[in-house]
């Protein structure tokens, strides 16, 4: 082996010496082969004898990698490219860039050292060539080794390792021994080498040890992690070798996939186990526990807080603050690259000494290696990488443990919940909002701290570095340079607080804008009918005036602040440059000093570019962490440590029933009654409680209960519930029927008694021979009870979910469930029946329809305890029958189920099998009624006359039957509406679901390109001055930036070419040779000075542009919208409008500007830069061919991809929020179903699903700044180098190659920035596209043939109407609702319209306001074609009652009479004659009192009152009224039938009325049937002909 090793270097020069080339040079006296002292002696050999381990590892390895790549497909079926197993990995990964790193130093070295002879010496640098290779094929070939998981093969890395350390160990052997010191940088290079593969060489033989593959028996078995055998993961960041982790190459894949499917979250598969919010709340649990003092309480305040946060996530911060570091100092190296270059460059004396020559070969020291250009041009490329590199993985690190902790925050936070006492949120201590806000915004803040927290750490290591390397550069100037910039800070901070403070007051403004408009578009219906829009889109405006005042002035704060942004470097630099010249005679300000602190200043102010935000973030989270801790230290259910009841146990529990009269009974009663319930009936008494005693299911004691620490709301509770029975607890309002079973459920506190709840003996053999004693177990005891509140509580999910609440779906008893309560009628209007969505996102039901679901939940569950709190409240007379028979009586009875029921229905107690009747908090009385009978006759009887009273109120029957049917009219007229058209972006996102091919491609390539249109309309809302004025500001402050530079470059050669000048002269001051700096100076100055005026103008000028569009858009949004036709808003969801007044309009308010300055910022300064590069270095457009290609498609995948995940982000975030929002509603409700575990199952699902979506947006995001920095080094890399070059062949000046350099260096930082903005300002546009689309809806016709003034004044005067062949429809793609309908109404009658629901009866209300498409014949009232008058003029002279009562918030008067037309005397008229007077003259303030949002704070019966006032007050001579009396009691409906009568003696009234009863005393009635009249006469006329379908409505409405 040795023998050829040494005959390798006879072959190569055979030809002789005229070739140049060869391995040992070829110098005729060359001492290069002499080998007299020993062959190891010869320095030449040395080297040729370190190429045999490397040629040995190539030759083997290849072999085995085309085999092992050959079939791939024969690995194990895992993630097996993300496998790792191997002991040691990450330190491997390391010690091989390392290696790889001294290698490229070597051959560097090597070609470095070799240009100073004549002839080639390849043993130079060949030798490192081929270990470059072989350390590169070593990686691949472990990583696919450790792919396929086969260990045998490392033998082969094992020998090289052993053969490369022993040859480099000889080598550094015979240097020491020549004397070759530290001097030389090869002796350096050499040592390190040796060092590195030992360390390799210690690596591998630490896997034979850990795996044990060769010298051992048996070897270990490794199984992958868990998450890698789970296909569902995707998120391979954890898993992946550290390449891959550093650049992110297994996001590849992901991100290209995205521009052929839309990311969803079937795509992003599920979270790492170490990632998921359970982990981590056990991880912060621990912490917490860790904290615990030892006596064992839980420690109180935020610091607790801190610092188990430190100790759960301290590492992974510290982790990132470490990489933050090492990029922060490796930052620096680029300006001292350039310095270095540039001052290569200046000497223009290229004079070399002659290196050592020792062994026979030559030696440079490291001084001389660093001198040279293209050295410096490749370190500073391997500077950025690494820089970048790090920067990246500090983010990431850091953003995903602030991932982690909002899981784990959250789940902690739903923990609490789960264990919050009702009493907190019922007496006002924490709101539902204020809970949400703990979740949606105070874990946020702490995430965002996280992420930020490196920069606190970072920025005054950064600063301090960074002016002590400028004072190195100039001396004193540099401090006060720094001064200015740290002026900056201060000046930061206050702009910083000024714009959360100026955010504020605009959130105020637009929430209570918001609510306008809400209110507006809620009552849209009854604005348009009395022609009122004007008024509250006016209202509206003004509210938007005042919150443009305040988005003025935080347009004003971000234009100041992007202005010092920008202008303070260019002060500081300008400030330095001015004082270096002044100060010293002889300022040496050469290119290389100059461009040099030029990138200092850059570097310099990013830190305090970021202070403010830091420093904000951090008090913030100083806030939020407050608020936690306050949220975890409240109160929790069953806290008070009790003594735990002690139940005699003798034989029975007898003795203890005997003890309970005694003690509760005599203090309220007589002992008469006690006498009555136990003497009387002894023998019968004795046996029912023995019987009892097995059959009670829950017993409460001597039972006080308080909801707040005062005094108890129940006192004195003996109650027991029997098992398989049938119990009602009645009493009037307020008397703690509720506040009972919320007892018995244990969630109210305790004060003193017992609550026993026994199992069910039919059920467990054991019975109840140990009732549970609950002192504080009962509630662990106590199984599950269906439990229907008094407020219905639904989830936001489909009907079926709501019902079956997480039990599997049995199709019978599911459909017997909706039988008893009715719900069918109602399932079947819904759009996608029992799978609609209802709650907050769905389709919004009504009180009704709400109830009967939550008890439908109740009967629908298993349990054996079912507690019904006033089911019956919001039913009708027909449908609380019906639930009571077929539901409580039927369904529960035959399953033996023991059922408690709340209720004010009296006339169901005879059905009860025990009674309970509570009056102020205490029991009155309980048994069965006969018991009551007996013991209590008055009670009995005047329950009895309430019975009775109840059973004759049909009429109130038919009101309340009434309500049902309206409720689903309502629904059922909004889903109609809503199936007939859907909006545009409906059928947007559809068109996207639907996966046709053809179609599917089409969709994809409209999501890769950018919305032009919308940037387009945008910018042309700005106007015609302020579009060419952002324009032309912009390019000329970034031309004046360039001119700046450019100056600088030309003014810094100069001074050199004066110095060298100067040496000619022998001056000994460049002065003297007639050399000024002042004129330079001057001109420098005025650019300056120019250049901040321009980042003046150009900030304001975009934040005016924004303020500017803001208005114009929101104007023309909302007066589109008061024009549009009612069909819009019945067939866009509300929601939907709204959300362009809210979340669209808030991003083009105070979004949208920012991103556009950024992004034509960052974007004019990429292209001035390349600009600047080129004209430096014409080459350098070649290369940027290819970079360019590649920065296109590298942001175009990423931004299909960016929008994608951003979406899912905030899509999954609803979902959480809106669990923890229904988790805390129904809290009751989830602990009596004993369900916390499964609620807590679904938050862990939805939090995973929000926090992988957010880490692959991290992902995304360092995927894509990686790429674009790489590309950036490369573009510093070529740049350098062309320029090295030319200068030194075609003496390109100093100063310029500095200027090319430092513009590289900002390309590099300003790539990323660009693409980002993009992709954000993509994201920004879709709310302008949104707002765009309800802008080209069209508007109602308001314009008629007549004007205004043509109209006479007091028209109509009669009131005649005529009604000529009418034909009406929705919509003109849809079909008629009203066909030829011919009518005629003589001045003053009285009309009723009916006819069943759906015959077109509203519709023919709505034809008089032309609210509806009139295609056929026309309406004639006094002499006057309706078609033909304005929309605005029709409609104030008319009026109309509607059936839904709209009152909007403001004042009584301002609901009567918006306008402020009418005197107060009319007003209280118009009162009197609507019966409200004496309800509105006890209010305080009178008509001024205040009505709350939606008349809230009135019942149903008087909002529609109002809504008969406010007709009254408009003295219109026809009335409309639309089922106007559906929510009235009879009593009140009859007198107002009367007053209209009177009232309106003399005008026109039409009624439509669905209770036929109102209209029997009309002089017409018109029946009609699907938009046809069937009937046309007198109503006694109608009734006395048998068949006519007037009588049929009339017989089955009595």
């Not at 954000?1320 to 949104?1330: C, F, I, N, S, T």
């Not at 929510?1527 to 209770?1555: C, G, P, Y």
């Amino acid at each position: 082996m040795f023998f050829g090793v040494k005959m390798i270097p006879r072959y190569r020069p055979s030809p002789g010496s005229t070739m140049s080339l060869s391995f040992c040079g070829n110098e005729n006296n060359s001492a290069a082969y002499n080998v007299d002292q020993g062959v190891l002696n010869n320095g030449c050999f040395l080297d040729a004898l370190t190429v045999v381990p490397h040629v040995f590892l190539l030759f083997i390895t290849f072999p085995i990698l085309f085999i092992g790549w050959g079939s791939q497909s024969s690995k194990v079926h895992i993630h097996h490219s993300t496998w790792l197993h191997f002991p040691g990995h990450n330190l491997r990964w390391i010690l091989t860039f390392i290696l790889l790193f001294v290698l490229v130093c070597e051959i560097a070295e090597g070609i470095v050292s070799d240009g100073f002879t004549q002839s080639l010496h390849l043993h130079l640098y060949m030798p490192s060539c081929l270990a470059f290779m072989a350390a590169i094929t070593s990686i691949i070939y472990y990583h696919n080794i450790e792919t396929s998981n086969f260990p045998k093969l490392l033998l082969a890395l094992l020998i090289y390792w052993i053969l490369a350390f022993i040859t480099k160990t000889i080598k550094f052997a015979k240097y020491t021994e020549h004397g070759i010191g530290m001097r030389q940088l090869r002796y350096c290079l050499t040592g390190l080498l040796v060092l590195l593969y030992g360390l390799l060489l210690a690596v591998e033989i630490n896997v034979i040890l850990g795996r044990r593959y060769m010298c051992f028996a048996h070897p270990t078995e490794v199984k992958p992690p868990e998450d890698l055998q789970d296909l569902g993961v995707r998120f391979l960041q954890p898993f992946v070798n550290l390449l891959s982790k550093s650049t992110y190459w297994w996001m590849n894949t992901f991100i290209t996939t995205a521009h052929r499917r839309p990311i969803d979250l079937k795509v992003i598969g599920k979270l790492p186990i170490a990632m998921r919010a359970l982990t981590n709340y056990m991880k912060l649990r621990k912490a917490f526990e860790a904290q615990k003092r030892p006596d064992g309480l839980q420690p109180q305040g935020p610091q607790w807080i801190w610092r188990a946060l430190r100790q759960a996530y301290g590492k992974p911060l510290i982790l990132s603050i470490t990489f933050r570091f090492l990029a922060d100092l490796l930052g620096f190296v680029g300006p001292l690259c350039i310095s270095g270059i540039v001052h290569h460059i200046s000497k223009k004396n290229h004079t070399i000494q002659a290196p050592a020559q020792l062994l026979g070969i030559y030696f440079i020291s490291s001084q001389e290696f660093l001198a040279n250009a293209y050295v410096l041009a490749v370190l500073l490329f391997f500077a950025l990488l690494l820089q970048r590199t790090f920067l990246q993985a500090s983010y990431y690190s850091a953003i995903q443990t602030g991932i982690n902790l909002r899981g784990a925050i959250q789940t902690k936070i739903f923990n609490k919940i789960m264990r919050l006492c009702t009493s907190n949120m019922s007496m006002g201590e924490m709101t539902v909002g204020q809970i949400c806000n703990l979740v949606a915004i105070d874990t946020n803040q702490l995430m965002w701290f996280f992420f930020l927290c490196p920069n606190l750490w970072a920025m005054p290591v950064q600063i301090i570095v960074g002016v002590i390397l400028l004072y190195y550069l100039l001396g004193i100037s540099a401090l006060i340079g720094a001064t200015v910039i740290a002026l900056l800070a201060p000046v930061q901070y206050f702009l910083a607080t000024k714009l959360s403070q100026a955010q504020k007051s605009t959130l105020e403004y637009s929430s209570e804008r918001l609510k306008k408009t809400n209110e507006l578009l809620r009552g849209i219906k009854l604005l348009k009918l009395y022609a009122w829009e004007h008024i509250f889109c006016s209202s509206v405006e003004e509210t938007r005036r005042k919150e443009l005042t305040s988005l003025q002035a935080f347009a004003l704060y971000t234009s100041v602040s992007i202005f010092m942004n920008a202008a303070i470097p260019i002060a500081a630099v300008l400030t330095t440059f001015v004082v270096h010249v002044h100060l010293s005679d002889d300022a040496d300000l050469s290119p290389a000093v100059a461009f040099a602190s030029l990138s200092l200043f850059h570097i310099l102010v990013t830190p305090l570019f970021l202070l403010s935000s830091v420093v904000r973030s951090t008090v913030k989270a100083l806030v939020s962490v407050q608020k936690l801790s306050e949220f975890f230290s409240s109160d929790e259910i069953g806290e008070e440590q009790e003594p735990k009841a002690t139940i005699p146990t003798s034989s029975t529990n007898h003795s203890n029933y005997q003890a309970l009269p005694l003690k509760v009974v005599n203090r309220k009663h007589p002992a008469r009654e006690d006498w009555n319930s136990y003497g009387l009936h002894s023998e019968q008494d004795t046996e029912t409680a023995a019987v009892e005693d097995d059959d009670t299911c829950i017993k409460i004691t001597g039972g006080y209960f308080s909801w707040t620490d005062g005094a108890p709301t129940l006192s004195n509770v003996d109650i027991k519930i029997p098992f398989g029975q049938l119990t009602m607890i009645v009493g009037q309002v307020g008397c703690g029927k509720s506040s009972l079973l919320l007892a018995a459920l244990g969630e109210m506190q305790r004060i003193s008694g017992i609550v026993t709840w026994n199992s069910n003996p039919k059920l467990d053999s054991e019975g109840d021979e140990s009732p549970d004693a609950a002192g504080d177990d009962e509630i662990r005891k106590r199984g599950a009870v269906a439990y229907a509140s008094q407020k219905p509580w639904l989830l936001n999910a489909s009907v079926v979910e709501n019902i079956t609440f997480e039990m599997p779906l049995i199709k019978q008893r599911y459909k017997t469930v909706i039988e008893a309560c009715s719900l069918q009628p109602d399932i079947d209007i819904l759009p996608q029946g029992d799978q609609t969505e209802i709650g907050e996102r769905g389709i919004i039901l009504s009180g009704g329809q709400k109830q009967r679901i939550s008890v439908a939940r109740a009967l629908y569950q298993t349990t054996n305890v079912v507690f019904l709190d006033d089911p019956f409240s919001a039913l009708d007379i027909h449908l609380s029958d019906h639930l009571m028979q077929e539901g409580i009586l039927k369904l529960l009875r035959e399953e033996k189920r023991t059922v408690v029921l709340v209720t004010h229905k009296l006339q169901y107690l005879p059905h009860a099998d025990w009674i309970i009747a509570m009056k102020d908090g205490t029991i009155q009385t309980e048994g069965t009624l006969k018991d009551i009978q007996n013991s209590e006759p008055e009670l009995f009887e005047q329950w009895k006359t309430l019975m009775n009273r109840q059973d004759q109120e049909f009429e109130k029957e038919t009101v309340a039957e009434s309500m049902t049917v309206l409720e689903r009219k309502n629904l059922r007229r909004a889903m109609y509406s809503r199936e007939a058209l859907k909006t545009e972006e409906e059928e947007e996102e559809e068109s996207v679901e639907s996966d046709d091919e053809d179609n599917l491609s089409q969709v994809m390539r409209h999501r890769a390109t950018i919305p032009w249109g919308s940037c387009g309309k945008y910018l042309t809302s700005a106007g015609l001055l302020l579009l060419p004025l952002l324009v032309l500001s912009q390019l000329l402050k970034h031309s004046l930036m360039v001119a700046i530079d450019v100056w600088l470059a030309h003014w810094t050669s100069d001074v050199i070419r004066a110095k060298i000048h100067a040496d000619q002269h022998n001056c000994t001051l460049v002065q003297d040779c007639g050399f000024s700096h002042s004129s330079y100076l001057l001109v420098f100055s005025v650019l300056c000075c120019l250049g901040i005026v321009l980042c003046l103008v150009t900030s304001v000028a975009v934040e005016w542009t924004g303020l500017r569009v803001a208005k114009e858009l929101h104007h023309s949004l909302l007066n589109n919208i008061i024009l549009a036709p009612m069909r819009l808003f019945e067939t866009t969801p509300l929601g939907s409008i709204l959300n362009r007044f809210s979340a669209d309009t808030n991003t083009i308010d105070q979004h949208i500007p920012t991103t556009l300055e950024c992004l034509i910022r960052s974007t004019l300064l990429c292209v001035s830069a390349l600009g600047v590069i080129s004209y430096v270095t014409p080459v350098f457009l070649i290369a940027l061919a290819p970079l360019a290609i590649a920065c296109y498609f590298i942001q175009k995948y990423f931004r299909v991809a960016s929008r994608d995940l951003q979406q899912l982000e905030d899509s999954t975030q609803l979902p959480l929020l809106s669990h923890f929002s229904e988790t805390v509603e129904g809290l009751t409700t989830i602990r009596a179903f004993r369900y916390e575990a499964r609620f807590r199952q679904r938050l862990l699902e939805f939090t995973d699903a929000n926090n992988v979506a957010s880490l692959f947006l991290t992902a995304a995001n360092r995927w894509l700044e990686v790429r674009m920095e790489y590309i950036g080094a490369c573009i510093v890399l070529i740049a350098a180098v062309a320029s090295i070059t030319s200068s030194l062949y075609s003496h390109l000046s100093a100063g310029l190659v500095g200027l090319g350099l430092t513009y590289a260096l900002m390309v590099s930082n300003y790539l990323n920035w660009m693409v980002r903005n993009l992709a954000d300002m993509e994201v920004q546009l879709g709310a302008v596209k949104r707002i765009n689309t309800l802008l080209k809806t069209e508007p109602e016709n308001y314009e008629g043939l007549l004007s205004a003034s043509q109209v006479p004044e007091g028209w109509p005067q009669q009131g005649e109407i005529q009604i000529q062949n009418l034909s009406v429809r929705y919509d003109s793609t849809l079909k008629p609702v009203l066909k030829h309908v011919n009518a005629h109404i003589k001045p003053g009658e009285k009309v009723g319209i009916c006819g069943r629901t759906g015959s077109g009866k509203s519709s023919f209300s709505l034809a008089f306001f032309r609210m509806v498409d009139t295609f056929e014949g026309r309406i004639i009232i006094d002499d006057i074609d309706i078609a033909k008058l304005p929309l605005q003029t029709l409609r104030s002279r008319f009026s109309i009652i509607l059936q839904d009562p709209i009152l909007f918030s403001g004042t009584i008067r301002f609901n009567l009479d918006p306008e402020m037309k009418a005197t107060d005397s009319m007003l209280w008229e118009a009162l009197e004659i609507a019966q409200l007077k004496p309800v509105v003259k006890t209010l305080p303030g009178g008509l001024d009192a205040v009505v709350t949002e939606g008349g809230e704070n009135f019942s149903q019966g008087q909002r529609q009152l109002f809504c008969l006032a406010r007709a009254f007050v408009r003295k219109s001579s026809i009335l409309i009224m639309d089922e106007a009396t559906a929510s009235i009691d009879m009593a009140t409906e009859s007198i107002l039938q009367k007053v209209v009568m009177t009232a309106f003696a003399d005008r026109t009234v039409v009624t439509i009325a669905h209770r036929v009863h109102t209209i029997l005393n009309a002089d017409l009635v018109i029946v009609m049937k699907r938009g046809v009249i069937l009937e046309y006469d007198k109503p006694d006329v109608l009734l006395s002909t048998e068949d006519s379908v007037f009588a049929s409505f009339v017989r089955a409405d009595k």
